[in-house]
C-alpha cells in the first residue's frame, strides 16, 4: 500500500504472550526480553497492563525507563483507574503509547460488561480523550475494539469513527477469539480502512484457535493495515498470537504479495528471540514450528536431499542465516580470554560487559571441562541463565543457596536423597525418600525449607530438555511451582531454570530458583492477581 | 461449493509426516496410527512411499491388509520401478489409491530432473495410464505436480488437463516449498478447478515454512477443491504440513465460510491422536499449538476468567470435548478390574483385549502403588507404550533385557553408574562415570554390550518430559540413536521411549528400546535408505 514507509512491528510478548497460563515472568526477564526486541528493532513494545498487578506496573515501568528508540506500549480498559495506571507507568517512556480497549460485540456487552452500545461508544471517547490530555499529540494513542470480529460491523465502523474524531492515531481490530477466515477478516479489516484509514493507523491483532491468526494478519496487510499486532513464537492467551517471526519472513520473502510492504525487524536476530523467549517462559518451540523450529530448515542437518544437493533454491525459499540461525560450533580453547568471549557473544546478537561477562565466562569455562565441545546453543543458554537470574538489586544477598547434595538409585528400588540448603541465612539439611532421584531430593528440600519459612514449593509443572544434542548435553530444567499454603488455581506461579549436563543437578538448581523467587514473591507482598482478558 | 458430498480428508501423517527428520517409526508404530486414523475417519490414509526402503514397503503392506474401511494411498514418482513397486504394496487393500507424483516447476526441472517441460509431460501421462491400467476404474488415481506453486501456471495446468484426459481421477496442487499466500493460492486453485474440475477431484497439499499451511488449503476450500492432504500436529518434512485438526476444525466451527463444506473426521479423536502421534514420533506439541496444545482450551483450567464464568461463549468458540478432551481423572480403585479399565479404555478411543489389555491392566495397577492418582494421560502414556513395544511376532525374545542397574550422583562431583543387561541371550555387567546419572548409566550400557555386539547405540537426541502434571508425574523420555558404527548422516535412525516415575528409569528404559530396535534393525539387513524428497 505505502512500500516507503515500514509496515509497524507491535509487539505484546510481554503482555499477551506474558498472559498465556502458566508463562509468568519475573520484573528482571520482562526486562531482558524488552532489550531483545529492541536488537530485533519492533516499533512498539507493548509491556504489560499496568493495572493488573503491582508487578506488570513495575515491569511496564522499567522497561518505559530503561528502553530508548522504541514505542513503549500500556494497555488499560476503559473503565475509571487503568488509564490512569498505565500512564502512571508509562509516563517515562520515550514514546509512550496508551492502549485502551473495551469490547464492542454483542455477546461481551451483554454477558460481561453489562452495557448497552451507546454507553459502551461514551466510554470509548471518554478514555481516547483522556489518552490526548494526559500524553499530548506528539505521541500515538491507541483503541481497540474487544472482540471486533464478532461485533456488528456498522456499529464497530461508527465506534471507530467516533473514536478517532476523539484523537486515537491507531485503531486496533482485534480477532480476540481466534475466530475469522482470512478473507472474511481482509474485507473487515478493508472496511475500517476505507472509513477511518486516512484519520488513523490501522492495526490488528489475531489470535490462533483455528491455525489462522499469521494469515489472517497478512490479509490484513493485502487490505491496508499499517501496524501488526503480534508475539515471539506466537506465546499468547490459549492457541496464541499470530506469530513475530511468520509474519515478518512472509513479507520478507513475498514481496511482491504485499505491494512491497515490509518492516524494519533485524531477521537476523529473530533464532535467538525465539529462544530466550522459549527458555524464559518455558515455552517449548515444537519441532516443526515454522521460522523458528528446529526442523525448519532441517534440510540443513538431516537427510541430505538430492535436489539440495544441485541447487538449494530447489527446496529452500529463505535463508537460515537470514533468521540469525548459524549452526555454526566453536571451541572453547579458540576464545582467546573474555575479549574472545564478547566478541563471540557480539555476533550472537548479545552485548556482555562487566559482572554478567564475567559470570558467563566462567561458566563457559567450567563447562568445557565438561563437555567436549561448547556450542554456541550452549554459550545462548548460560547467558540467558545469567539473565534470568540476574541479580536483583534490592535483594542482593540469595534467599537461598544450595550447599550439596547426594542421591542413591536402583532398579525397582525407592530413591533417597539428601540436601544442605542455606535459606534465609539459617543452615538446614535433610532426607527424603522418593519414586525417583528428583523426587527424593526435592523431598529433601521441602523438608528442610519448611521449619524456616513455613512453606515449601508446591510443584505444578516439571520439564526436561536437553538444549544440545548428544551424550553429554547439558539437561535444561523448568520447573514452575507455587508456595504450599496457597490455594491450587493461584495465579502467583513462578518459573525456575536449571542448567547442568547432570540432570539431577540441573532439576535441583531450578527447583531451588523457583523457591528463591517465591521468597520474593512473598517479601513483595501480594501475589499477582489475575488480569482480565484482553483482546 | 457441494455441501452434500464431504471434502475429503487425505492424511499424509504416515508419508510426510514420517519424512521429517527424526520422527521415523517403525512397521508396529505406522500401524498402530493407521488404527487411530481409521478412529478419526478419515478418507484416505496414504501409508507410505512403498520405494523408498523395504520398511515402507513392508509398512504400507502391512496397512493396506489390515485397515478396512479407508482408501489406502502409496506415493509413487514418475520413474520405472516406483509405480510398480507402490501397486505391489497396495493390491491388497480394499481401495488402493495410486499417488504418483512428478515435479513442474522449471528450477526442478532443470536443477533436479534434467528434463524438458514435454518430457515431464509424457512421464506424468504414461504413469497416469499405467495406474489406471494396474488398479483399474474402481479406484481414485491420483496426480500431483510437485512444486506447481512455483510453476508456470500455464503449462502446470496442460499437465493437469493432459493427466486427466489419460485418466487420472484426483489431481493434487502441492505447495511443496511453504511458499504460496492464501490469495494467490487460492486463485491457482480456482483455475485448475475451472480446467479440470469437472473430470477429477482438485485436491490440494499445503506446507507450512510460512505459517500459512492451514489457510492456504481453507482457501483452497474456497475455491473448490474437494481433497486436502494434512498431517495429526501438522507433522511433516521442515516446518510441516496443514494440520489435520486445525483444517477440520476450521472447516466445523465456521462452516458457512465454506458453503456448508464439511468433512466425515469424528473431531472428538482429535486430542487422542495427537498424543499417540507425539508419543510415537518423539516430536512436541507446543503449549499454544491450535486445537491440540496443552493451552488451546486453557480457559478451562488456568486462570478462570470473569467472562468465561458468566457465559462460555465470551471466549470460547468451539468446546474441548468436541475434540475429545475430557480432562476427567479418573481413580485406578474404581475400575472394577480388567473389565472396568477396557471400559474405561474404550471411552477414550481405545478399543483392547487379550494380553494387551492383561499388560495394561497390570503397569496400571502398578502405577497406582506409586502414584497417588492415575490420570487418562497415564493411561494413554501407558496404551501407547505397550503398543510401541508390541512383540514383533518373528522375533518373540526380546533382544535386550534390562536385569538390573544403580546409581549415585552428588553435588559437583560425577556420577557412577552400574548395569547388568542380557543381550543376544548373553549375561553381561558394566560400569561407567558420568557427567550425570544418565550419562554414566548409558555409558555402562555401552561398555557391556559392545564386547556382545560389536557396536553401540550412538545418541543423536534426547528428551525428556513429564506426561502428567505433578511432583509423582510419570517421566517420559524419548531417544534417538543410531549403531556407533554407522556413519553420522545415517538415516537409520530409531526412537527408544520409556515411561516411568523415576527418571533415569524411564531414560534407561528408552535406552534399550532403542538398543533393541538396532538390533532388529541390523537382523533385517539394510537400514532405511533416504527416500527422495516429495512434495
Chains 1, 2 share one sequence.
Not at 530447489?314 to 555454526?328: C, D, F, N, R
Not at 530444567?477 to 547442568?500: F, H, K, M, Y
Not at 517465591?518 to 507482598?525: D, F, R, T
Request: net charge negative; with cysteine.
Amino acid at each position: 500500500m505505502n512500500a516507503e514507509i515500514p509496515v509497524r512491528i507491535f509487539d505484546t510478548t510481554l503482555r499477551d504472550g506474558e498472559q498465556a497460563p502458566g508463562a509468568g515472568l519475573t520484573v528482571a526477564e520482562k526486562v531482558e526480553v524488552a532489550h531483545q526486541l529492541v536488537r530485533l528493532n519492533v516499533d512498539i513494545i507493548e509491556a504489560g497492563f499496568p493495572a493488573s498487578s503491582p508487578g506488570d506496573f513495575e515491569a511496564v515501568q522499567k522497561i518505559a525507563k530503561e528502553t530508548k528508540g522504541v514505542a513503549i506500549a500500556g494497555l488499560a480498559r476503559c473503565r475509571d483507574g487503568d488509564p490512569q495506571r498505565a500512564v502512571d507507568a508509562l509516563i517515562s517512556a520515550e514514546r509512550p503509547q496508551l492502549h485502551v480497549f473495551i469490547s464492542t460485540s454483542d455477546i461481551h456487552l451483554e454477558s460481561q460488561l453489562r452495557m448497552d452500545r451507546e454507553q459502551v461508544l461514551q466510554q470509548a471517547v471518554n478514555w481516547v480523550r483522556y489518552e490526548r490530555e494526559r500524553l499530548g499529540n506528539e505521541v500515538d494513542s491507541e483503541f481497540s475494539a474487544m472482540d471486533a470480529t464478532r461485533s456488528d460491523h456498522e456499529y464497530l465502523l461508527r465506534v471507530y469513527e467516533a473514536v478517532v474524531d476523539a484523537g486515537a492515531t491507531v485503531v486496533n481490530v482485534p480477532d480476540t477469539v481466534g475466530y475469522a477466515i482470512p478473507a472474511e477478516f481482509g474485507m473487515l479489516v478493508q472496511r475500517v480502512v476505507d472509513r477511518v484509514g486516512s484519520g488513523a493507523i490501522v492495526s490488528v491483532h489475531c489470535h490462533n484457535d483455528l491455525g489462522l491468526a499469521t494469515a489472517n494478519t497478512l490479509a490484513a496487510v493485502q487490505a491496508g493495515a499499517r501496524q501488526l499486532e503480534v508475539t515471539v513464537n506466537g506465546l499468547g492467551e490459549r492457541a496464541g498470537n499470530a506469530s513475530l517471526e511468520e509474519v515478518v519472513m512472509a513479507l520478507h520473502t513475498r514481496p511482491t504479495q504485499f505491494e512491497g510492504d515490509h518492516t524494519r525487524v533485524a531477521t537476523e536476530h529473530i533464532t535467538n528471540a525465539s529462544r530466550l523467549v522459549s527458555h524464559l517462559t518455558g515455552f517449548t518451540v515444537q519441532p516443526n514450528k515454522a521460522i523458528v523450529g528446529r526442523n525448519a530448515f532441517a534440510h540443513e542437518s538431516g537427510i541430505h536431499q538430492d535436489g539440495m544437493l544441485k541447487n538449494r533454491m530447489t527446496y529452500e525459499i529463505m535463508t537460515p542465516q537470514s533468521v540469525g540461525l548459524a549452526g555454526s560450533h566453536i571451541s572453547i580453547g579458540k576464545l582467546s580470554g573474555r575479549r574472545g568471549l564478547q566478541g563471540k557473544l557480539h555476533d550472537l546478537g548479545i552485548d556482555l560487559e562487566g559482572d554478567s561477562l564475567e559470570e558467563v565466562y566462567r561458566a563457559a569455562i567450567a563447562l568445557a571441562d565438561v563437555k567436549k565441545e561448547v556450542t554456541d546453543t550452549d554459550l545462548l543458554a548460560l547467558v540467558e541463565q545469567q539473565a534470568a537470574g540476574g541479580v536483583d538489586p534490592e535483594a542482593a544477598t540469595p534467599p537461598a543457596v544450595l550447599e550439596g547434595w547426594n542421591v542413591s538409585s536402583s532398579h525397582g528400588g525407592s530413591s533417597r536423597g539428601e540436601v544442605s540448603i542455606t535459606v534465609r541465612g539459617t543452615a538446614v539439611n535433610a532426607e527424603s525418600d522418593g519414586n525417583g532421584p528428583v523426587d527424593a531430593l526435592f523431598g529433601a528440600v521441602d523438608k528442610a525449607v519448611e521449619p524456616v519459612i513455613g512453606w515449601f514449593p508446591k510443584l505444578t509443572a516439571y520439564e526436561i530438555r536437553a538444549v544440545s544434542g548428544g551424550e553429554d548435553a547439558q539437561g535444561q530444567v523448568l520447573v514452575r511451582a507455587r508456595r504450599s499454603i496457597d490455594p491450587e488455581d493461584t495465579v502467583a506461579l513462578v518459573n525456575g531454570q536449571g542448567l547442568s549436563t547432570n540432570i539431577i543437578e540441573a532439576s535441583l538448581e531450578a527447583y531451588v530458583a523457583a523457591l528463591e523467587k517465591l521468597i520474593w514473591q512473598e517479601a513483595a507482598g501480594q501475589p499477582v492477581a489475575a488480569g482480565e482478558l484482553a483482546e
